[in-house]
């Protein structure tokens, strides 16, 4: 049962990351650079002061495991610059799809490399569906035919980073659960190091935050709701299932962030990126259905 609690918890998570990127169109003042910085940086802040007892009582293990929180520590700090900059350069639908969705085959291949994943049928013909349905997604002939983006090929590059640096940080804090280390203690220490690690990056980039209100609320929704309480739910949930599953479950989010780019940016999609959306629904279904029938 817990397991089902898991996989809720990143279903929840995703929904809260995919309104960042519709979010973010709302302060186009803010250096991309600055969003992901701020977001990110004060959400895993915030995180680490929340956790912070939990974190005491584990600090023997997380000194024991230091590498683990290193490696996931400089993820997080990456994952924000290059996830953000990607939405900017090619649009939320292109950005938000290459990132997250990358991120599923991106998480399996580290977890296989480290002996953690053992891959099935069921899990190949979902995964595959998955990326035909990202791709579709991502490259429809109308995805940003609205607004018109000149750099598409670097936005996608950017997306690819963010894909492996958002792996890699659900996979490095996973192995700090896995190592007896408390989900909170895990997540807190993890993402405090990597907010700390983003504080230059938000004084040298948020030069304009205060010259405006929507600025300002924009920062706060983003680092409060998506990332602080959406990284509480995510945390919650890696320590249920493993982060080739909560990762591929997050495909999720590039759906809701495509859906209010339509409704609220008025970037269009076609018929082929809703068949897209369709498989990658059927893909979540598929490689959940063999996580929770496997285990």
């Known amino acids: 049962m817990s397991k089902y609690f898991g996989i809720l918890a990143v279903i929840l998570a995703s929904l809260l990351w995919g309104t960042t990127g519709t979010a973010a169109t709302f302060a186009p003042s803010l250096s991309p650079l600055f969003i992901g910085a701020f977001a990110m940086g004060i959400g895993g802040i915030l995180q680490c002061g929340l956790a912070i007892y939990n974190i005491k009582q584990n600090h023997p293990l997380l ?6 929180l290193v490696v996931g520590a400089l993820a997080v700090a990456i994952y924000p610059l290059a996830f953000y900059s990607s939405m900017r350069l090619s649009g939320v639908t292109i950005g938000t799809v290459v990132s997250i969705g990358s ?3 991106l998480s ?7 002996r ?37 090929g670097l936005g996608i590059l950017l ?18 659960m896995l190592k007896g280390i408390d989900s909170k203690a895990a997540m807190g220490a ?13 004084l040298i980039t948020g030069t304009t935050f205060f010259a405006a209100w929507n600025n300002i609320a924009v920062g706060c929704y983003m680092a409060l709701i998506p990332m602080f ?8 949930g890696l320590s249920k299932i493993s982060a080739s ?43 959940t259905l063999s996580s929770v029938i496997n285990n």
Not at 63 to 68: A, G, K, L, Y
Not at 169 to 176: C, P, T, V
Request: negative net charge; glycine residues 8%; charged residues 5%.
């Open 63 to 68: 000194t024991i495991h230091s590498r683990f």
């Open 245 to 287: 599953l909560a990762t591929t479950i997050s495909l999720l989010e590039p759906v809701i962030a495509a859906i209010l780019a339509m409704l609220i940016v008025g970037e269009s999609l076609s018929l082929i990126a809703w068949i897209g959306m369709l498989l990658i629904f059927v893909c979540l279904i598929m490689v």
């Open 190 to 202: 993890t993402f405090g190091c990597g907010g700390v690690l983003l504080i230059p990056v938000m």
């Open 103 to 105: 991120a599923p085959i």
């Open 229 to 236: 309480l959406g990284y509480l739910c995510y945390g919650y």
């Open 159 to 176: 997306g690819l980073i963010a894909g492996f640096a958002y792996a890699l940080y659900s996979w490095s804090a996973r192995q700090l």
């Open 108 to 114: 399996a291949i580290i977890e296989y490399i480290s």
């Open 116 to 152: 953690d994943f053992q891959v099935t049928k069921q899990w190949v013909i979902g995964a595959l569906l998955g990326i035909i349905g990202m791709a579709m997604l991502a490259f429809s002939e109308n995805a940003s035919n609205t607004i018109e983006y000149n750099h598409v």
